[in-house]
Nanobody, 122 residues
Framework: QVQLVESGGGLVQAGDSLKLSCAAS????????MGWFRQAPGKEREFVAV????????SYADSVKGRFTISRDNAKNTVYLQMNSLKPEDTAVYYC???????????????WGQGTQVTVSS
């Protein structure tokens, strides 16, 4: 079955950088778009970024555009989220997810990781 395991979360100060990783297993990684979501305490889970199976197409939430970068290494079955210029409002549990197809615009996110905590202090 598909497994997604996030890592790289932690406690940082505002303005710092952090890079999250998500290792996938269970099916051919490059066939599926991957995304990052986050959920802050008391709030609904929100979309952060998505990348196509080939890695050529990406899309971001307006709140992170210009600060976060999603990338993938299909040889390592891993997707990354580079987070720069972090703000306290970026504090959340970050989840990676795998789509049902390879494009960013079609299909649904059908598999989810367990999440990794990111805390940004002011």
């Amino acid at each position: 079955q598909v497994q997604l395991v996030e890592s790289g979360g932690g406690l940082v100060q505002a303005g710092d950088s952090l890079k999250l990783s998500c290792a996938a297993s269970g099916r051919t990684f490059s066939n599926y778009a991957m995304g990052w979501f986050r959920q802050a305490p008391g709030k609904e889970r929100e979309f952060v970024a998505v990348i196509s199976g080939s890695g050529l197409t990406t899309s971001y939430a307006d709140s992170v555009k210009g600060r976060f970068t999603i990338s993938r290494d299909n040889a390592k079955n891993t997707v990354y989220l580079q987070m720069n210029s972090l703000k306290p409002e970026d504090t959340a549990v970050y989840y990676c997810a795998q789509k049902s197809g390879r494009t960013t615009y079609a299909g649904r996110f059908e598999y989810w990781g367990q999440g990794t905590q990111v805390t940004v202090s002011s």
